[in-house]
């Protein structure tokens, strides 16, 4: 099974999902202050910080730049080279989200948040991992990641759930 959304609206591919899921997914910046200090590549990779809604089990999340860093058992790449323009973030969950399920996210840098362009939603049955994947494109309006520290915050349902943290450019 497999559906690609952008954020205006859903484009079926393959073998359409039923029609009663639908899920509203939004991937933006919001207006922050100064956020301060990150983590980066130095800290933890994937913290769980809230329990996701209607018993969505999280499995994974990641950011990576090519396909073969998303396969199964590939080290999950934690700094990204200078002059990024692309990175696509992978949420695993146990399952499908169930109906109505909001997933969002904003990333933010150490001064503050990041803003995103418009760019597609896949979501997969992975069957031989029992997993269903939601890969985000993730996109700098400004054309390139600038250099520095970064994390990305995931809602569903507008309440916390997970934290990734990850870095660009030289250490």
């Known amino acids: ?6 954020r205006r609206g ?5 073998v359409a999902l039923a029609t009663a899921f639908a899920p509203a997914i939004a991937a933006s910046a919001t207006q922050a202050d100064r956020v301060g200090p990150l983590p980066g590549d130095q800290g933890p990779s994937f913290e769980i910080v809230g329990a996701p809604p209607h018993g969505n089990e ?4 990641f950011v990576y730049e090519r396909p073969d860093q998303a396969a199964v058992g590939a080290a999950r790449p934690r700094r990204f080279p200078p002059r990024t323009e692309r990175l696509k973030v992978d949420l695993r969950l ?15 840098t150490e001064s503050g948040p990041l803003a995103t362009a418009d760019g ?4 997969d049955r992975l069957e031989s991992l029992g997993v269903a994947s939601m890969e985000f ?3 700098p309006r400004s054309g390139v990641f600038a250099d520095g520290r970064y994390q ?5 349902n507008e309440a916390p759930v997970a934290l990734l943290n990850w870095s660009v450019g030289a250490p």
């Open 152 to 156: 990305l915050r995931l809602f569903m």
């Open 137 to 139: 494109d993730l996109i």
């Open 120 to 123: 597609l939603v896949t979501i």
């Open 10 to 14: 859903p484009l079926l591919v393959g």
């Open 94 to 108: 146990r399952d499908m989200p169930r109906t109505g399920v909001r997933v969002h996210f904003e990333v933010v």
């Open 1 to 6: 099974m497999k559906t690609t959304t952008s």
């Open 58 to 61: 999280l499995v994974e999340l």
